[in-house]
């Protein structure tokens, strides 16, 4: 009786540990994921794709085309996306107009009447779509939020998971810089060659 007690005991332990170390390891994966600006991609072609916004019209990611475009997965039951949301809105405001950032919020699930709720409570300035039926899960996105930046060329540049400052000084500096790299890397191609 003694010895079945300690085996218990000792199963009852290893399990408590076993699942500690899981508990760490995914706390230490969403916190570093959360911790820095965004995470540089291999540029690939974003998918295009049409989703209705939160007003009832058609949204295709082609009517950005020539744009950088913030896209960011959210929803309403997810804490973080709705903390995030006002700095979003900010950043918009900051870097948008003329070949500016664009920013489009993707709610994922149906919620049509919950995000348009959302909206009359937290209004944003930028497009929200709603993904009602997970049809963009070809983007591969393994946690809510999760941002995309992608560039005038429909390229997938950088992507952050998580929570982010998206209207710290740091961010806005961060962005502004790769708008204007890729600005002048434009401008170098279309340049007359001299000679």
């Known amino acids: 009786m003694k010895h079945r007690f300690i085996r218990i005991s ?18 230490t994966i969403s916190l570093s994921s959360a911790g820095g600006l965004m995470d540089k991609m291999s540029a690939t072609e974003a998918s295009n794709f049409t989703l209705m916004s939160a007003h009832g019209s058609d949204v295709s990611l082609s009517d950005y085309e ?4 913030l896209l960011n997965f959210w929803a309403t039951w997810c804490p973080p996306c709705v ?14 107009g003329n070949n500016g950032l664009e920013v489009v919020g993707v709610h994922v699930g149906p919620a049509l009447a919950t995000v348009k709720q959302f909206l009359k409570d937290k209004p944003v300035d930028f497009d929200i779509v709603i ?20 560039s005038p060329s429909g390229k997938l540049i950088y992507k952050a998971t998580g929570e982010r400052e998206w209207d710290s ?9 790769i708008m204007k790299e890729y600005e002048r890397l434009a401008a170098a191609q279309t340049a007359p060659i001299k000679g």
């Open 10 to 27: 000792n199963f009852f332990k290893s399990h408590v540990l076993l699942l500690g170390l899981i508990v760490t390891l995914v706390l």
């Open 66 to 69: 020539g744009k950088f475009v």
């Open 83 to 96: 903390k995030e949301m006002p700095a979003l809105n900010r950043l918009h405001n900051k870097l948008n």
């Open 131 to 150: 993904d009602k039926n997970m049809s963009l899960s070809s983007w591969q996105v393994s946690g809510l939020p999760t941002t995309f930046l992608i």
């Open 169 to 177: 000084d740091e961010m806005v500096e961060f962005i502004r810089g």
